[in-house]
T-cell receptor
Framework: AQKVTQAQTEISVVEKEDVTLDCVYETRDTTYYLFWYKQPPSGELVFLIRRNSFDEQNEISGRYSWNFQKSTSSFNFTITASQVVDSAVYFCALTPRGGYQKVTFGTGTKLQVIP | EPEVTQTPSHQVTQMGQEVILRCVPISNHLYFYWYRQILGQKVEFLVSFYNNEISEKSEIFDDQFSVERPDGSNFTLKIRSTKLEDSAMYFC?????????????FGQGTRLTVV
């Protein structure tokens, strides 16, 4: 069985603050993939990043960065210098297989960036 | 930029009625998926579809649900006799290939309200 836990239900930050969204996962598979998706108020799911279990390098994309630590089964997401447009629900997700079948999503973290 | 489109954006139906949710995947994609998100909860996998047949389905996808690709461009999800608990946001997604090295693109969702 696999599980994704996003313990932070809601976070509020003031614009320009940095914020880290936590994601902890459980899986028995040795090969797996982790994702982050953004769901803005308009409702669609926007792909942010995909990581496979063999690649523990941290990744930075503009103001976004991801810290993957296999030892603690965590895949945390940091937004630097947050902006109001970052306000959304962020989902962490896991799939043990080569496809998008049976992706397990976390319950999401609602981020509110206050101007 | 190519996108997955879903219609309608919001559907209200009476309990016991049949409903069909429509999706137009990206044209060169071969793998299609339906997910659902009950309000305020996590996104859950329903079914995946390839080569005109279901390749995988979850426990949620019972006999009340069916999928079809009627004309080579649309991908539909039918719920035969809707229940109150079917109220949710339904997301369609498509990918070029099965492996997660290709991105799955999600539509903007159809909000289904069963009254």
């Amino acid at each position: 069985a696999q599980k994704v836990t996003q313990a932070q239900t809601e976070i509020s930050v003031v614009e320009k603050e940095d914020v880290t969204l936590d994601c902890v996962y459980e899986t028995r598979d040795t090969t797996y993939y982790l994702f982050w998706y953004k769901q803005p108020p308009s409702g669609e799911l926007v792909f942010l990043i995909r990581r496979n279990s063999f690649d523990e390098q941290n990744e930075i994309s503009g103001r976004y960065s991801w810290n993957f630590q296999k030892s603690t089964s965590s895949f945390n997401f940091t937004i630097t210098a947050s902006q109001v447009v970052d306000s959304a629900v962020y989902f962490c997700a896991l799939t043990p297989r080569g496809g998008y079948q049976k992706v397990t999503f976390g319950t999401g973290t609602k981020l509110q960036v206050i101007p | 930029e190519p996108e997955v489109t879903q219609t309608p954006s919001h559907q209200v139906t009476q309990m016991g009625q049949e409903v069909i949710l429509r999706c137009v995947p990206i044209s060169n994609h071969l793998y299609f998926y339906w997910y659902r998100q009950i309000l305020g909860q996590k996104v859950e996998f329903l079914v995946s579809f390839y080569n005109n047949e279901i390749s995988e389905k979850s426990e949620i996808f019972d006999d009340q649900f069916s999928v079809e690709r009627p004309d080579g461009s649309n991908f539909t999800l039918k719920i035969r006799s809707t229940k109150l608990e079917d109220s949710a946001m339904y997301f369609c997604a498509s990918s070029e290939a099965e492996g997660v090295n290709t991105e799955a693109f999600f539509g903007q969702g159809t909000r289904l309200t069963v009254v």
